[in-house]
């Protein structure tokens, strides 16, 4: 590894996709039985408006939704096929987080990373606690969408450099496009795909071949920013380029080294193992930083929420994976049961946050919205709320969803006259 390409045959065993997928499900167990949260109401109350194929066109010209069409796509008929249950929703998501561990994995099959390297990364990112809200809040679904195309469009531009193929370059450019169509991150692509040109010394090929994209990415880009007043999230205080970004990314990143990260970089060190782990490692942080940029210049908290890290934990995978390699060359040859024990340590450590302490913070944040459903179903009808952590769209989406009630089953008040079904619900 590093300066030299590994080439080993690729060993993959027959249990590796199923192994990979029970990791990736662990930690999300309880899910399946988890209410909805907040804005997964209005998830799904867009994708009935925008979901319908003849509705496209006004998803088209809505300038904030449109870069989330394929999450509202698919809400619409996972609700079309499944209903209203939160279980179908919560499915989805886990199902797509086993599609994109099985594709961290498949990025072995680029030399330069390894089948070593990219089935211990994979594993790793699979019960990672950092990234979990992208898993378990079903709003952030467009998280797992543009982790998707962005991954298959890499990778398939990677089988694109080394044997060419026009095949591999249209998938690898409908995958952006698609991707585009998720999230604004996937322009990282752009940057991204770059890298592997210049890596493998076909800098002007890639450069040549990127064009298209990358004036795809420009456009994109610029009818964002030229929507001006229409565009919700350049005027409600979300996203500003005059952000503290480089502070912001700090922050964040040394959030997600913590702990595994940073314990990978001090054995890596103290064993002496940069020779052989330096290149694919400066690679991880490469992509890090890359992927964590496009979220760094939001202006709501003076770090990167953990649902916008999960593309960029692929790098911290890959960290740990030379890590634990390492590990496993400079202690299990001696004590051969270290290894497994490691390896039990670290899933039993993400696997048990998720399901604890992340359960039950995410089980609160769905309390107001349970007990605003049971108030209004109880009756009397309006349900007038007193205090309420959310906004009161989130009010009116959850009685629409969950009771098929109008907004004007909500009223939200101060001041409710007497006798009538009030709510007052507050978060810790």
Known sequence: MGDVVMREPAPRPAYALPLLALLAVLPYVP???QPFVSDDYIQIYLARIYGPAEKWGELAADTLYRSRATSLVMT???ERLFGQAPFAFYATSIALHVLNTWLVYAAGSWPRIGWPVSAVAAGFFAVYLGHQEAVMWYAAVPELLVFLFILVSLLAWVRWIEAGGAGWYLLSAAAFGLGLLSKESAVVVIPLALAVGLVERRTRRALVALIPMA???????????AAGQEHL?????TFSLGAPFWMTILFSTGRMLWVWGLVSLIALTAWRAWPQWR???????VWAGVCLLPYSFLTYMPRIPSRHTYLASAGLAVLVAAGFLAFRARVGLVRPWAVPLLAAVIVTHHVGYVTTKKREQFLERARPTEELVRAAAKGPLPVYVKCFPYGIEVAWRALDVRLNLPPSAVVQ???????ANVLCS???
């Open 76 to 78: 619409y008929w996972t």
């Open 31 to 33: 899910l399946f039985w």
């Open 279 to 285: 290149t694919l490692v400066a690679g991880a942080a």
């Open 426 to 428: 507050t978060l810790p």
């Open 413 to 419: 008040t101060a001041t409710p006259p007497e006798a």
């Open 233 to 237: 999230h350049l005027n409600d205080g």
């Open 215 to 225: 004036a795809a990415a420009v456009f994109y880009g610029l009818a964002i920013f």
